[in-house]
Nanobody
């Protein structure tokens, strides 16, 4: 098990940038594939981005491709989501998720594949 704490959310204007962070507890962070998901009011949780445990493989939702970058620092037990050119439709609670991975190159784009979740951080983009 790993404990996850997100930070970095806030209220921004359209076109601004934000960097979300997710700090993980424990000494085995490097064995977990990580993902970011988001949930807007009245909508289902959706995939945003994922990264393999090594950081060598990444995947993005079409809605954020070209505007988002997921990265990780295994020495700091932290995964990041850099979001640029934010749009009002990016408004949501953003969740970090972790799943143990035996493969260094695997990433997971489905929320049911993750067994560890953070509490979420609110991102609000005004027009």
């Amino acid at each position: 098990q790993v404990q996850l704490v997100e930070s970095g959310g806030g209220l921004v204007q359209a076109g601004d940038s934000l960097r979300l962070s997710c700090a993980a507890s424990g000494r085995t962070f490097s064995t977990y594939a990580m993902g970011w998901f988001r949930q807007a009011p009245g909508k289902e949780r959706e995939f945003v981005a994922a990264i393999s445990r090594s950081g060598g493989s990444t995947r993005y939702a079409d809605s954020v491709k070209g505007r988002a970058t997921i990265s990780r620092d295994n020495a700091k037990n932290t995964v990041y989501l850099q979001m640029n050119s934010l749009k009002p439709e990016d408004t949501a609670v953003y969740y970090c998720a972790a799943q143990f991975s035996a493969s260094g190159s695997s990433w997971y784009g489905i929320d049911s594949m993750y067994s560890n979740w953070g509490q979420g951080t609110q991102v609000t983009v005004s027009s």
